[in-house]
């Protein structure tokens, strides 16, 4: 599975392993319509291992730790029941260690699907996967959502009451170790009122402070205010020569994927419109001289086709001059309406290949799309050379 691709259950219990190279904390949450929990009996994880249709079991450190959803046994009410996971040394993130969950039979243990979240990083926790009611059937979604304050961070945004680990008394002899988080009982009627939890806090970066400048492997949600961007953006592209008085031909397209990483089409120079013209491109540009954005994508992203999930945006030389030829190569996307640069992404490096993959917008399971700066360079000197290469970066 891709992120935001999704398969129906053809039976009512299934388990959910989660595998990674280190030891994982995993846990779950029943969910309703608001995306909440109803109570802190929701959160189902190790101190907590049963609740309403969903049992936690733990691999021990040998084995994988798994969720068993029974489908049938979910109350009324519970929309969705999501899986998420967090290494179990403080402080360690996913980069290097990426999880993969797989979906079975709880019965027969038949393998279902399987689904690895790309690229990880800075990230602490992850949403891994969901199990989701629609339209009266289950189904279960890849998502990949990564959080940079741990299973906390995770608890929190659905609704659950955490305790942070107190701060350790400078009087005391040895340091207190970092505590897990774990679920606040809910106060006797007699009690003061509960200090409020602190409002989440997600560890994805957003457009809410201005123009988001990116490194390599960085990801930016492409929300404003608390509204994802759905409207018509332009993603710019630009590069100069190395050497003076050399010109340098690019060519700058975009490739659109679907949710199993299959090619839906092209645009480029040489195809200028694509999903029914959601999808435009401004032409070629032969030099590279000249100030300013060399080859333009435009894209509305409110008019794309509900099965185009991925867009990767390339840059190829047809020539065959490598990218070592190439000085200031970049990519900004851009509001068309405002013409406001949201965000940007220069080229720091450059290798002797003849294609580059720039960025790629991926939609999320919430209907948001991020963006995310690659900077990998391939041997390709046309964009039907890129499809394979780029659908393996999603």
């Known amino acids: 599975m891709t992120p935001g691709s999704n398969i129906p259950l053809p039976v009512a219990r299934v388990t959910v392993d989660v595998a990674a190279p280190v030891r994982l904390d995993v846990s779950s949450l029943l969910l309703?319509?608001?995306?909440?929990?109803r109570s802190?009996?929701?959160?189902?994880?190790?101190?907590?291992?049963?609740?309403?249709?969903?049992?936690?079991?733990?691999?021990?450190?040998?084995?994988?730790?798994?969720?068993?959803?029974d489908t049938a046994a979910v109350p009324p009410g519970i929309e969705k029941i999501v899986v998420t996971a967090s290494p179990d040394a403080a402080g360690q993130t996913f980069q290097g260690i990426e999880p993969t969950a797989t979906i079975r039979n709880a019965d027969d243990n038949s393998v279902l699907a399987s689904f690895t979240p790309p690229q990880l990083?800075?990230?602490?926790?992850?949403?891994?996967?969901?199990?989701?009611?629609?339209?009266?059937?289950?189904?279960?979604?890849?998502?990949?959502?990564?959080?940079?304050n741990g299973l906390a961070g995770i608890a929190t945004d659905f609704g659950v009451s955490v305790e942070e680990p107190a701060p350790a008394q400078p009087a005391a002899p040895t340091p207190t170790p970092a505590a897990q988080p774990q679920v606040?009982?809910?106060?006797?009627?007699?009690?003061?009122?509960?200090?409020?939890?602190?409002?989440?806090?997600?560890?994805?970066?957003?457009?809410?402070?201005?123009?988001?400048?990116?490194?390599?492997?960085?990801?930016?949600?492409?929300?404003?205010?608390?509204?994802?961007?759905?409207?018509?953006?332009?993603?710019?592209?630009?590069?100069?020569?190395?050497?003076?008085?050399?010109?340098?031909d690019l060519d700058a397209s975009v490739i659109a994927y679907g949710p199993q990483r299959n090619h839906?089409?092209?645009?480029?120079?040489?195809?200028?419109?694509i999903v029914?013209?959601?999808?435009?491109?401004?032409?070629?540009?032969?030099?590279?001289?000249?100030?300013?954005d060399d080859e333009v994508i435009v894209v509305d992203l409110g008019r794309l086709p509900q099965e185009v999930t991925g867009l990767?945006?390339?840059?190829?030389?047809?020539?065959?001059?490598?990218?070592?030829?190439?000085?200031?190569?970049?990519?900004?996307?851009?509001?068309?309406?405002?013409?406001e640069e949201l965000v940007r992404f220069d080229l720091t490096s450059a290798e002797a290949q003849t294609g580059v993959i720039m960025a790629k917008l991926i939609k999320q399971f919430s209907g948001e799309w991020e963006m995310t700066a690659l900077g990998e360079f391939v041997k390709s000197r046309t964009v039907r050379g890129m499809v394979k290469p780029a659908a393996k970066s999603l």
């Open 276 to 292: 029914n013209g959601a999808i435009k491109h401004s032409g070629d540009n032969l030099t590279g001289e000249g100030g300013g």
């Open 184 to 248: 606040t009982p809910p106060p006797p009627p007699s009690a003061p009122p509960a200090t409020a939890a602190a409002p989440p806090t997600s560890g994805k970066i957003n457009l809410d402070k201005g123009r988001v400048s990116l490194q390599k492997n960085q990801t930016v949600s492409l929300v404003k205010g608390g509204r994802p961007l759905l409207s018509q953006v332009k993603m710019g592209l630009g590069w100069e020569p190395a050497f003076r008085g050399k010109d340098i």
């Open 312 to 339: 990767v945006f390339t840059v190829n030389s047809f020539s065959g001059q490598k990218f070592t030829e190439v000085a200031k190569a970049y990519c900004r996307l851009i509001d068309a309406a405002s013409g």
């Open 32 to 37: 309703t319509a608001d995306g909440k929990v």
């Open 40 to 69: 802190d009996d929701d959160f189902i994880f190790f101190n907590q291992p049963t609740g309403p249709g969903v049992t936690y079991r733990s691999g021990g450190g040998t084995a994988p730790d798994t969720i068993t959803v």
């Open 121 to 148: 990083g800075t990230e602490t926790a992850l949403v891994i996967v969901e199990v989701y009611l629609r339209n009266g059937a289950w189904k279960a979604r890849a998502v990949g959502q990564g959080y940079a």
């Open 264 to 273: 839906i089409d092209s645009c480029y120079f040489g195809k200028l419109s």
